[in-house]
């Protein structure tokens, strides 16, 4: 099982970006996907989740209405467009699969990918 994130960058506030999430060794159709994010001196904080089971989705209150997740599961490969960046939106984000429990809890999910750098200026 692997998962491997790309696409963050450097970007202005107001900007936008979108995330790639690849995935291989498992079919993330039978999955919840989710993204977290890490700032320094923060915890972990879930993002946005997307149950592919069902096709529900869930976001954090500060993203709700900014980003976007979705999934194709031709492409084995989950996405989080990313628009009207701000700084607070600074982070390490990574995605993660599972979803057994609160869809923004760590311990729902069992493997991680390395993570992908998004920074916001002002």
């Known amino acids: 099982v692997q998962l491997v994130e790309s696409g963050g960058d450097l970007v202005q506030a107001g900007g936008s970006l979108r995330l790639s999430c690849a995935a291989s060794g498992f079919t993330i159709g039978d999955y919840a996907i989710a993204w977290f994010r890490q700032a320094p001196g923060k915890e972990r904080e879930g993002v946005s989740c997307i149950n592919n089971r069902d096709g529900s989705t869930y976001y954090a209150r500060s993203v709700k209405g900014r980003f976007t997740i979705s999934s194709d599961n031709d492409k084995n490969t989950a996405y989080l467009q990313m628009n009207s960046l701000k700084p607070d939106d600074t982070a390490i984000y990574y995605c993660?699969?599972?979803?057994?429990?609160?869809?923004?809890?760590?311990?729902?999910?069992?493997?991680w990918g390395q993570g992908t750098q998004v920074t916001v200026s002002a």
């Open positions: 993660t699969r599972g979803g057994w429990g609160a869809w923004n809890a760590s311990t729902s999910y069992d493997y």
